[in-house]
């Protein structure tokens, strides 16, 4: 049975390639705030000394994966900056796994390229999408800005639910609004 995939930021790119791959197992896509990053990139990009995992790996220590920057990284991506509090040790957990620095750190020069060579980056792929799509998007976002999901809306011809005042992360920021969205992007019957 095909099921609904719901993604957020960075997780929008997997999931659009698995609806592009294999879109028999995809009922509906419902991206937040998804960060596809720049469509149709002209080039490379990124920087090839952080694929050194001697420079990739102390630059990711120090910044993503430490456990004492996420309230600063955290409250970098809201509007709504209190939300950040309450949350902050459910976010430095995963930051203290073995192996996080370094899945980090090798992931993150896909991250700043400008072309990573992945299809959910391509108009041509992206007209292409079988499964429905639905987003959710944060107003005030400055991560994603909802210039690119009212953009991503129009080339998919899908809709969007806007929150006002809202960054990046919705369901941290203003679970309020944030679920009715998601539960009508996710009740909504499918094709």
């Keep these: 049975m095909p099921a609904i995939v719901v993604a957020h930021s960075f997780g929008a790119g997997p999931a659009t390639e698995l609806a592009l791959v294999d879109p028999k197992r995809v009922a509906r896509l419902v991206l937040i705030d998804g960060a596809l990053g720049e469509l149709d990139p002209a080039g490379p990009g990124g920087n090839a000394l952080l694929r050194l995992p001697f420079i990739a790996q102390p630059l990711v220590a120090a910044t993503l994966t430490n456990p004492h920057a996420i309230g ?11 939300a950040a ?21 090798a992931w993150l020069p896909s991250l700043l390229a400008a072309d990573d060579g992945a299809p959910s980056r391509r108009t041509e792929a992206l007209l292409g999408l079988k499964p429905a799509v639905r987003l959710i998007w944060g107003e005030a976002d400055t991560v994603t800005p909802i210039s690119q999901g009212l953009a991503l809306a129009r080339l998919l011809r899908a809709p969007i639910t806007r929150l006002p005042g809202v960054g990046h992360v919705p369901h941290i920021e203003d679970p309020t609004h944030f679920l009715p969205a998601l539960d009508a992007a996710l009740e909504e019957p499918t094709q």
């Design 85 to 105: 509090a309450e949350w902050r040790e459910t976010l430095r957990a995963p930051m203290r796994r073995p192996g996080t620095t370094a899945a980090y750190a």
């Design 72 to 82: 600063a990284l955290s409250r970098s991506m809201l509007a709504r900056k209190e």
